[in-house]
């Protein structure tokens, strides 16, 4: 095995572990000392949304602001405040989008709906595509006339007799 097979081989392995060790959250001067606080704590980045990232948790997210957030919630949970008030407290300054499951209201219920409503639009393009197929597979095609049939008549002749 040449050096660069070698290195192709370990490279997919180096670069996860990499990526692995880069999101790894919470940072160790983040832990709270008592475990009940910093398991709440956990729990509630869990289910908040990373503004930066925004497919991540603040948990998982490596991202400076995510980073901040989990402080924010660990500052309010020492302070004394529910779990239910840290995320208002978070919500009201990001807005329902820093939840990771935002609640169903009438401002959220087209993100909520959204999915549905593309698989329909979906399934209906697909039942029109096969409706359109299944009419022009259906109708067959017109008769020559006779004009048509003498011209082809005609064709095939003088093709033969080449």
Same mark, same amino acid.
């Given at each position: 095995?040449? !050096?660069?097979? !070698?290195?192709?081989? %370990? !490279?997919? &392995? !180096? %670069?996860? &572990?990499?990526a692995t060790a880069a999101t790894a959250a919470p940072n160790p001067d983040e832990i709270l000392d008592d475990p009940a606080l910093e398991a709440r704590a956990r729990a509630l980045s869990a289910e908040l949304r990373c503004v930066v990232c925004q497919n991540e948790s603040i948990d998982d997210s490596g991202a400076p602001l995510a980073r901040d957030m989990r402080r924010l919630v660990r500052e309010r949970l020492v302070a004394g405040d529910s779990d239910a008030e840290v995320v208002d407290?978070?919500?009201a300054r990001y807005g329902d989008f820093v939840r990771l499951r935002p609640p169903v209201r009438g401002s959220t219920l087209l993100l909520w709906a959204s999915p549905l409503i593309l698989v329909g639009l979906g399934g209906i393009g697909v039942w029109l595509? %096969?409706?359109?197929?299944?009419?022009?597979?259906?109708?067959?095609?017109?008769p020559l006339s006779p004009e048509e049939q003498a011209a082809l008549d005609r064709l095939l002749a003088d093709r033969s007799r080449s």
């Open positions: 095995m040449t !050096l660069r097979q !070698l290195l192709r081989a %370990l !490279l997919p &392995a !180096l %670069l996860l &572990a990499l407290f978070l919500v595509y %096969l409706r359109g197929r299944r009419d022009d597979q259906a109708a067959a095609p017109a």
